[in-house]
């Protein structure tokens, strides 16, 4: 993997943190054996040939839950990079602070909505009996006592290890070779994050160029094709502001695209992209350019 285009790569741990996320929600759903032995006997079909999973309470009252846990996974994904080892992520130091911030409020907002759910959780249970109806057993449901301990969000922040982290204890030999270990992972890291931007980078202008171009107006009272949501390019102009920050490897061209893709919208709203067709060609056509340009880089990285 080629990803710096000769250019030297900062030391990581100068310019990155580790971080993690975990969140875990009740799935509030259970197998039903025997509902499962009996459909599948019905049907004259393979005792294994399917699996009935009841929903325990209705949808609704964990979907806000759900998307407050969907929030932290986005801030904790949209906020930092990938590392090599699986369930830590390298947060750029410019960063730390704003991610910090975010995260917390997220967990805060998801533990807020999690009390309440665990307040309300008895009435969930009622309204259960008879939805369920003959389905319905009450061995399914954890204890109101214990539901809450079903809903958990934390963080955590660390430093990125260096051989100065080697204790002195280690005989010479083995404290080399761990020194040139932590050297290619993080010469791997580094590598990673500056593809993982690229990646992102290409995404989200190739998807405005791909939907600029498929939209058609409404007309005669007719619906219009295509639609495309604001996020069409907001989605753009947030990734440009972040590149600089995401940007540990300090790699020129990631800034110059980044440039680019913020030049893009500099005159045009969602709004004015719907109403003008020939500023969507025109945003269209430059998106493909730079969506062009960022393939090249992503492939001359990977090869």
Known sequence: MNTQNHIARPDIAQHAL?????VSVWTARKLDQKVTQETNARHGAASDAGRYNKALIAKKALVDINAA????????????????????RALPIPG??????????????????????ADAYPQYIDEARVTLGDM????????????RAKFAARFRIVPISTAEHIPEGVDD????ELGE???????QAMDLATVDIWKRAHEAVSAMAERLTAYEPGADGQRAKGIFRDSLVTNVIELANAIPTLNIANNPHLNRIANDMADLLTYYSAEQLRANS??????????????????????????
């Open 18 to 22: 580790l971080a993690s996320t975990s």
């Open 69 to 88: 846990a969907a929030a932290i996974r986005s801030i904790h994904y949209t906020q930092t990079l990938p590392w090599t080892d699986e369930g830590l």
């Open 96 to 117: 730390a602070r704003k991610y910090s911030d975010d995260i917390k409020a997220a967990i805060q907002h998801f533990n807020t909505l999690a009390d309440q759910f």
């Open 136 to 147: 319905f057993n009450p061995a399914d449901y954890p204890h109101p006592n214990d539901i």
């Open 173 to 176: 030999s083995t404290a080399a």
């Open 181 to 187: 270990a932590i050297q290619a992972q993080h010469a």
């Open 278 to 303: 020939e500023a969507r060609a025109t945003v269209a056509e430059d998106a493909r350019t730079i969506a062009a340009s960022i393939a090249e880089r992503i492939a001359y990285a990977t090869r």
